[in-house]
T-cell receptor, first 113, second 113 residues
Framework: AQSVTQLDSQVPVFEEAPVELRCNYS??????LFWYVQYPNQGLQLLLK??????LVKGINGFEAEFNKSQTSFHLRKPSVHISDTAEYFC???????????FGTGTRLTVIP | NAGVTQTPKFQVLKTGQSMTLQCAQD?????MSWYRQDPGMGLRLIHY???????DQGEVPNGYNVSRSTTEDFPLRLLSAAPSQTSVYFC????????????FGEGSRLTVL
């Protein structure tokens, strides 16, 4: 079975500072990895995904993530955050042959002016 | 440009009452699913469907029923509501649930007293 662990439940960061949101997964087979963002009182939106190929994946709004197979991680990064990045971020995993996506517990990013 | 539409947005029930959360999508997606979101627990899959007439259980199916009579609609039924079902419910659809993007509704906030 696959599972996802988001190590930080809350991350405060000052505006224009860099941020990293951590995600680790566990699976005995190859996986597909995703980051979704949830703005207040909204549904989730896809930020980026890793299926195969280049381990550095670029997404919307200046976010990127790096797939690290040896460390079973898929951390999300942004070099300079904005107030508008304040939201909850979810890491998710699926695998070939499965029907569904499994989500982590989420990391609440708060950007401080 | 409707996407995934959920109704109602808010609902208060008394213990033992029944209700149906409605979900409709206009993207002709075969896959539809229901998640519940609880603080500190992320999103957990309740039920899903890979096409009309086909449904299956997710991680937390107890207390919920679903049916899929059309491609567009995937209602979630609570037959006898319990306080433990107080949550925010999200419906999602996709044409490629494992490797593609899940499209989410805006959520339905349910309180069971």
């Amino acid at each position: 079975a696959q599972s996802v662990t988001q190590l930080d439940s809350q991350v405060p960061v000052f505006e224009e500072a860099p941020v990293e949101l951590r995600c680790n997964y566990s699976s005995s087979v190859s996986v597909y990895l995703f980051w979704y963002v949830q703005y207040p009182n909204q549904g989730l939106q896809l930020l980026l995904k890793y299926l195969s190929g280049s381990t550095l994946v670029k997404g919307i709004n200046g976010f990127e993530a790096e797939f690290n197979k040896s460390q079973t991680s898929f951390h999300l990064r942004k070099p300079s955050v904005h107030i508008s990045d304040t939201a909850e971020y979810f890491c998710a995993v699926s695998k070939a042959g499965a029907n569904n996506l499994f989500f982590g517990t989420g990391t609440r990013l708060t950007v401080i002016p | 440009n409707a996407g995934v539409t959920q109704t109602p947005k808010f609902q208060v029930l008394k213990t033992g009452q029944s209700m149906t959360l409605q979900c409709a999508q206009d993207m002709n997606h075969e896959y539809m699913s229901w998640y519940r979101q609880d603080p500190g627990m992320g999103l957990r899959l309740i039920h899903y469907s890979v096409g009309a007439g086909i449904t299956d259980q997710g991680e937390v199916p107890n207390g919920y029923n679903v049916s899929r009579s059309t491609t567009e609609d995937f209602p979630l039924r609570l037959l006898s509501a319990a306080p433990s079902q107080t949550s925010v419910y999200f419906c999602a659809s996709s044409n490629r649930p494992v490797t593609g993007e899940l499209f989410f509704g805006e959520g339905s906030r349910l309180t069971v007293l």
